[in-house]
């Protein structure tokens, strides 16, 4: 079943501006590298009840979790989406970076140096395989079509790209990034990014919750551009979301639908986890489905499935940050980020971790 989702919150008026997401941001706490070990990560944990927090560290998650509780983590895989190219009628090196896979051998794509690349011009990669260049999209982006020539581009990702480390980690990425910037949970290729909030994540941390009785299922959203984006607009209502391809399984649709009738807490990790639940839920019930959400969360807004979520600490004006505020009142969720700033956290996508709860 394939759908496009364009799911609007419950809103009587634009209540946030994004000037209301603005806080000082200091850039020397963003972290370069992820905890070692991963879950040795700090941990600032909100009870939206009480409206309190305490720290901790991540690997002591597990005394927010009861048994029944769901965890739904995102397993999608970072894919070495730079590509190194050249024109196929002049021999100018173009970089080209993958964004997310339309169709069958159909990518959107974006260029460098863009004024160079046209509607069909052809491309060619290492191992035989070449691209066409068959449309235009917004933002400067092109829309290209792969032939392989016996070498599938999807294997040979591996030998001809590059990991596309976040635009805020101020260095080159290494081998090591292969698996620094990936989930311990990661399986479904298809991303730029992996869902920051996973990445505090290790087996024997999974292996305990899943001892105590806390279910761990999966959904896959390959995250794009959206992850990085940031809302330009005065009125946060008039930003357009950059779609993203997701799948529930059957079965983790069945188990969230059990729990939240057994009046358990479903727990996402990170934000494509919240978005692709809200964007496929009716009538409170999680469908299994494969789509392309473009849903756009900011604040006021009804959560119908997800009780909490667990999460890093954001940029001034993102994405992750208005959704964040939806679920935690946006001046009381500033105070935390400055306490939290106080405490030293690091912040951004291989930064210390927050659990709204």
Request: glycine share 6%; with cysteine; aromatic share 8%.
């Amino acid at each position: 079943m394939a759908s496009f989702n364009r799911v609007d919150p419950i809103l009587q008026e634009d209540k946030i501006r994004v000037g209301d997401l603005d806080y000082d941001f200091p850039e020397q706490h963003i972290a370069e590298y992820p905890a070692q070990p991963r879950d040795s990560a700090k941990l600032l944990n909100i009870n939206r009840t009480t409206s309190t927090s305490e720290h901790h560290t991540f690997r002591e998650l597990g005394s927010y979790l009861n048994a029944g509780d769901v965890l739904v983590i995102n397993d999608t895989r970072v894919i070495p989406s730079i590509l190194q190219a050249t024109k196929s009628d002049t021999g100018d090196p173009i970089e080209v970076f993958l964004i997310r896979e339309l169709d069958s051998h159909l990518w959107d794509v974006r260029v460098s140096p863009p004024r160079k690349v046209r509607i069909g011009n052809s491309l060619q990669f290492k191992n035989g395989i070449t691209c066409d260049v068959i449309d235009n999209t917004v933002n400067g982006g092109r829309v290209v079509k792969f032939y392989e020539n016996g070498h599938s581009l999807r294997t040979s990702l591996d030998n001809i790209g590059s990991m596309p480390l976040p635009p805020h980690v101020n260095r080159e990425a290494t081998p090591e990034d292969e698996q620094l910037y990936q989930t311990v949970f990661a399986e479904k290729p298809g991303a730029i990014a992996p869902p920051s909030a996973g990445l505090h994540f290790t087996e024997e941390l999974l292996n305990e919750l899943r001892g105590k009785g806390v279910q761990v299922v999966p959904v896959t959203l390959h995250i794009g551009l959206g992850t990085f984006e940031h809302i330009e607009v005065t009125e946060v209502a008039k930003h357009s979301m950059h779609a993203e391809k997701y799948t529930i399984p059957r079965e983790t649709a069945e188990i969230i639908n059990q729990a939240k009738a057994n009046d358990n807490r479903i727990i996402a990790v990170g934000s494509s986890v919240v978005r692709t639940l809200e964007s496929s839920q009716f009538e409170e019930q999680v469908i299994p489905q494969d789509g392309w959400t473009d849903l756009f969360i900011y604040p006021p807004f009804h959560f119908r499935v997800v009780d909490g979520m667990i999460s890093n600490f954001h940029e001034p004006r993102s994405i992750s940050l208005l959704l964040q505020s939806a679920m935690y009142d946006v001046s009381k969720l500033l105070d935390i980020y400055r306490e939290a700033i106080e405490q030293e956290y690091r912040l951004l996508t291989f930064g210390d971790a927050l659990f709204i709860l």
